[in-house]
């Protein structure tokens, strides 16, 4: 059966002729076996994932994982701890991202620049300290429901995901002028 998998199209062709031809209980049965074969497909490439996914980040809980407009989308029910990561992005050559975490997402003393890959929504606290590259918090979770910390990141000056980002913004800016005041006097 693989043969006619070749080309990735050539059993859905022949399904087209024998609809074609009337013959459509046979095209039928060939478009479930398309069908059978895509999802067997993608569920190896979901397990394949999944196993470089906690191979790479610690993940306390369940992992839920799918593929949406050729996309791997992960949701945890637990708690994503993602420590001293040397890349710049959460996901450099993987197209994926979190969507949902219940617990807490920890990305402490990571080399990443922005907030791409996070999850959208985080149920327990967003942690992000000593990350000395993190730019911009674009890509924070829309929603965090425990409290979110921002520490100890030096070149953080792009608040523009952030809740309350230009007031994180208005505030800094006024410590700053405050510290320079102060060492003037």
Not at 76 to 101: H, P, Q, W, Y
Not at 114 to 121: A, F, H, V
Not at 141 to 169: H, M, Q, R, W
């Amino acid at each position: 059966m693989d043969y006619f998998r070749e080309d990735g199209n050539t059993l859905n062709k022949v399904a087209d002729a024998l609809n074609k031809r009337a013959d459509v209980a046979h095209a039928v049965e060939l478009r479930k076996i398309v069908k059978e074969q895509d999802i067997r497909e993608q569920n190896k490439l979901i397990n394949e994932f999944r196993e470089w996914l906690t191979s790479e980040y610690k993940i306390s809980g369940t992992s839920y994982i799918s593929i949406e407009d050729q996309r791997y989308i992960i949701d945890i029910e637990g708690n994503v701890s993602i420590k001293n990561k040397n890349s710049r992005r959460l996901f450099k050559d993987v197209n994926a991202e979190f969507r949902k975490v219940s617990g807490n997402f920890d990305i402490s003393k990571c080399k990443i620049e922005d907030l791409y890959g996070c999850p959208k929504e985080v149920g327990g606290d967003f942690t992000c300290q000593g990350c000395k590259s993190l730019r911009s918090t674009k890509g924070f979770p829309k929603k965090v429901s425990g409290k979110y910390t921002f520490t100890d990141c030096p070149n953080l000056k792009d608040y523009t995901d952030a809740p309350c980002g230009n007031l994180i913004e208005i505030c800094n800016t006024a410590l700053q002028k405050f510290k320079n005041w102060k060492s003037r006097v």
